[in-house]
């Protein structure tokens, strides 16, 4: 096994033979991933509880929804696996200090399901690409980013999580090292939350800002937010490889997805390669932000003119499982002059892990 691979048991097999009684803690689509995969485990729980604002005396799942103070009433050693996303403080604080006094995990399931789990043995089948993702890191931050992401996505321990944390300021400083004179393509724009972050490090001078939101709710929010901003165009596109409709599915928040499957909930919408916008331009992006809720692949092809031009780009790399090494191979295979970084911000579970090329 890789020499950055430090765990040899799976979460799932830790979970399956653990003697203590197992709550879940949380509810919503990531409770039900995980009882999913404990359905093929056959791994059983005790009971789920939540957050004492949102315990009403209902159900979920068939099981009655606890309290904390509840669950710790009825047993003093228990095991707690988190079922949701956490990523901002006093929150993020709450469950580091909660995993001081039981035992905690946050099993790694991918955002894209697609019927695989990052296990040893996916590690395994894919040695030689996280290896080669490994040998090509610019720098030990980021080495060591790449190995507390992978064997926190093997153990679901937190502790690797809290090892490797950096800001947004931290990277556009020291990384990206962001120009007054920059012209910046949001792909996944969301409701201008990025935009602003982009105006901030570059204190609101810069050549031009392009975005791309496919959810239409998004879109409408992402206008709104950015009504008083000059130099700005922004389009409710879905970045993709070809120009085509597509179909897709508007999920809570950023969870917006491109989906195969007729529902309805499915609504159309245009696909299109972020090159083709440039097209009639006399210049291209000098920075390239990519967060497309798993479609970052399509994405990179519909901006492969982008990349092959030095761009300087910031990749999100945790939405499917292979994204951790197939997409720095990617823009690796299109722009071998690249220096590669990766940062992961502070959440759990590995979200928010992003590639950085310069």
Known sequence: MLSFIKENTNCWDILKAETKPIYIYGMGDGAVK????????????AGI??????VRGHSFMGFKVMKLSEVEAICNDFVIVLAFAVGRNPMYNNIVELSKRHTLYAPDVPVVVDGTLFTLDYCKKHEYELETVYNILEDEKSRQTFSDVINFRISGKIEYLLNSTATKEEVFTDIL??????????????????????????????????????????F???????????????????????????????GAGRMSTIRNDATNKVKEVKGIPADSLFSKLDTLPTFLKMDVEGAENHAIVGSQKIIKNGCKLAISLYHRNEDIFAIPLQIKELNPNFKFYIRKQLYIPAWETNLYCV
């Open 49 to 54: 509880f939540a957050s004492d604002e949102f």
């Open 177 to 218: 090292k962001l120009s007054q004179d920059e012209t910046y393509l949001d792909l996944g724009a969301y409701n201008g939350d990025t935009i602003l972050e982009f105006l901030n490090a570059v204190d609101y001078r810069y050549n031009r800002i392009i975005g791309l939101e496919p959810n239409a709710k998004n």
């Open 34 to 45: 995980i009882l999913n995969v404990f359905k093929e485990y056959n791994i059983k729980i």
């Open 220 to 250: 409408r929010r992402l206008t709104k937010n950015t009504s008083n901003i000059k130099n700005l165009d922004i389009y409710n596109y879905a970045s993709w490889d070809t120009e085509q409709t597509l179909l897709f599915s508007s």
